[in-house]
């Protein structure tokens, strides 16, 4: 995936939307908060998840984190490699380092969601 084509959440997870399917990870700023991912739990296939709601925990040699939904919907897919090998995410956050992929609402949007510069603003600004 390409950040620059991608929408964020406030609390760093992005989203990108094709059709009616939204794959969700975290970005490039939150791995390198975090440093060292050790473990993450992600969610069953066939869970709803609420658009602010949590979804799975993220843990690092630093601390133990909630991963949030952008958007509400059913998750279809996760990405099974994390659970071997939970660095993925470190290695390849907007690739291989995915989290889930959730079947959204027919004509759901991620307009809500900060833009790239948007986002790169908020942490400017320290807004995280």
């Not at 958007?71 to 090998?85: C, S, Y």
């Not at 380092?97 to 942490?123: E, F, M, N, S």
Request: proline share 5%; aromatic share 8%; hydrophobic share 35%.
């Amino acid at each position: 995936m390409d950040p620059k084509t991608l929408r964020y959440s406030e609390t760093h997870e992005w989203a990108a939307l094709e059709g009616d399917l939204c794959t969700v990870g975290i970005s490039q700023y939150a791995v390198e908060q975090l440093s060292d991912v050790t473990y993450i739990e992600l969610p069953r296939v066939g869970k709803s998840v609420a658009r602010g709601g949590t979804f799975g925990v993220i843990e690092s040699v630093k601390s133990a984190n909630d991963l949030y939904s952008p958007v509400a919907g059913e998750v279809v897919e996760v990405n099974k490699a994390l659970e071997n090998d939970p660095t993925l995410v470190s290695q390849d956050c907007y690739g291989k380092g995915w989290l889930i992929k959730l079947r959204v609402a027919p004509g759901a949007t991620l307009d809500h969601l900060l833009t790239p510069d948007g986002y790169q603003q908020q942490i400017a600004s320290g807004g995280h």
